[in-house]
């Protein structure tokens, strides 16, 4: 894209993109996004917003990149643009003296209101996950009313904290509030260390009386598992995140498991066609059916060894609840749950499942099976990529997984581990279809090797972004780069060619199969 011309003089002159060429950079933005490279995108969204500030997908792809930096501060500021994605932005009037009415003033920071109105915003979940913040504002004296889905007063009441709850679906008033925030601003306005954002948990409890009349439907020596498959359909956050209820056949299959339904709603209706209905227990039309919702839930949570389920407000219930829960995520999921591999900074008894082809839940759910092998067996639990599905991929795109592991081996946040474990697994089975075939074995190396030039790129690029340091070396680095993955493409390139070549059936080689994820199956 050529953003310099040259003048009538001679000269060169640096111009403005133009509606064309932003859309160009937004949508390379975003397939910087999607392969993880949150440093690029962050730039070219900068570099958007600086040209036009009206940009709102810019502006709400730019929260969602911050955040999966942990750039928390700055994410939490950019992430004020979900209000002028809302049919109407939220404001808060107040009458005064002489009839008329005035707004009134957000709290964004520092000493907190006396009289402070908390406004929800959005759905279930995000009220259950957050609500746990208002406990610190209690604790500093304030007075809350909170503005809330009226289903979950009574979940909100079990944290014990004297705040006055008042229904979002009505209309109403509030005497004496001197300030107003939005739920979801109250960890950057309290300047709450990121690194505590799990703590206190649990922070809501369960209905002993609902827990033994529950627990007395779920008498079994079994390992017992709820199962949540769908969210709310119509929802604007559905976009892949529920999976069909049959991806949960592989922990029905388990010995020793027993699984029980924790879904509402339509999604049930899947029950009906399941191939392993009997061995799933479903609670009936009376679950959480008095008008407050998650009371049966949670008391039914308290007899589970084990929570599965997808992005949905059931997980925040869990994970508010601190009981053990097992959570699928798709390719892409929701901003909360940041980069990380397996872990959450919100709730210390989730572990994460991210999709790794968009629409299969067959991988993540595997690695969840894996897992309760071996907490039945009671041992350390063997590797997970045992339990891989076989998923064929080109030798070049074997190399790509292999070179992208070591990197996230080396430098990834967390499971440093299972990265190891996964790499030395394809690592052997690469080795087993090249066949000590050297030119093959030294192309994988230049690859892996590449890939940890542009992590260590990367690295300083990040630096240098996070200082603000927009300058020439800077912008070399930004190109050293992209001739570092133009190097890599090219290799991998090049691995696919020879296989194509050398390895067709006539020369004895692996029988023109591709490798698998996992296994010696064969792609005829």
């Known amino acids: 894209m050529r953003l310099v011309e040259t003048s009538h003089a001679g000269t060169d002159m640096i111009r403005a993109p133009n509606a064309t060429e932003v859309s160009h950079l937004f949508t390379l933005a975003e397939h910087e996004i999607i392969k993880g490279r949150f440093t690029e995108a962050l730039i070219l969204l900068r570099f958007i917003r600086s040209i036009d500030p009206e940009h709102t997908d810019a502006a709400a792809r730019l929260a969602l990149t911050l955040f999966r930096r942990e750039q928390w501060n700055e994410a939490w500021d950019a992430f004020d643009i979900r209000f002028k994605l809302m049919s109407a932005q939220p404001t808060v009037k107040i009458r005064t003296a002489d009839g008329g009415s005035r707004e009134l003033p ?31 504002l209690v604790e500093q004296g304030v007075e809350i009313n909170f503005v809330t889905h009226e289903i979950l007063f009574d979940l909100i009441r079990t944290m014990g904290l004297p705040i006055n709850l008042l229904p979002s679906n009505k209309p109403g008033s509030v005497n004496g509030a001197t300030g107003w925030t939005p739920l979801l601003h109250i960890p950057r306005a309290l300047g709450i260390d990121p690194k505590t954002y799990g703590d206190h948990v649990p922070y809501i409890s369960a209905d002993p009386v609902r827990v033994k009349s529950w627990a007395r439907k779920m008498v079994s020596k079994d390992f017992k598992i709820g199962i949540c498959w769908g969210g709310n359909r119509d ?81 925040h219930v869990a994970g508010a609840l601190g009981r053990p829960v097992h959570l699928l995520l798709r390719v892409e999921p929701d901003w909360r749950w940041l980069a990380r591999e397996t872990d959450t900074v919100w709730y210390p008894t989730a572990r994460l499942f991210r999709q790794r082809v968009a629409g299969d839940w067959s991988e993540p759910m595997a690695l969840i099976a894996a897992d309760i092998v071996a907490r039945l067996s009671k041992v350390e639990a063997p590797s997970s990529v045992d339990y891989l599905p076989k998923i064929s991929l080109s030798f070049g ?109 006539s020369s004895g080689m692996a029988d023109a199969a591709k490798p698998v994820r996992s296994g010696n199956k064969k792609k005829a």
């Open 235 to 315: 929802s604007p956050a559905e976009k892949g995140r529920s999976a069909p209820l049959e991806a949960f056949a592989p922990l029905a299959a388990i010995p020793g498991v027993r699984l029980f339904s924790l879904q509402k709603g339509q999604p049930t209706e899947e029950i009906k066609t399941a191939s392993f209905r009997r061995e799933l227990y479903d609670f009936g039309d009376g679950f959480d059916a008095d008008g407050q919702a998650f009371l049966d839930t949670a008391a039914v949570m308290m007899s589970l060894d084990l929570i599965v389920t997808v992005d949905t407000s059931v997980a």
């Open 397 to 505: 795109e074997l190399a790509g997984q292999i070179a992208d592991l070591s990197v996230k081996a080396k430098f990834g946040q967390g499971a440093h581990r299972e990265a190891e474990l996964r790499k030395n697994h394809l690592k052997t089975e690469w080795d087993k279809l090249i066949k000590d075939n050297n030119l093959f074995s030294s192309l994988q190396v230049e690859v892996e090797q590449i890939a940890h030039q542009i992590a260590e790129e990367e690295r300083k690029l990040r630096a240098q972004e996070e200082a603000r340091n927009v300058d020439r070396a800077m912008l070399g680095l930004i190109r050293e780069i992209r001739s570092l993955k133009h190097k890599q493409e090219d290799r991998v390139r090049r691995i696919d060619a020879l296989a194509e070549a050398e390895l067709r059936p």
């Open 106 to 136: 957000r709290w964004r920071g520092g000493e907190p209101p006396k009289r402070l109105l908390v406004m929800d915003e959005q759905g279930l979940g995000d009220t259950i996950q957050f609500m746990r913040y208002l406990r610190p």
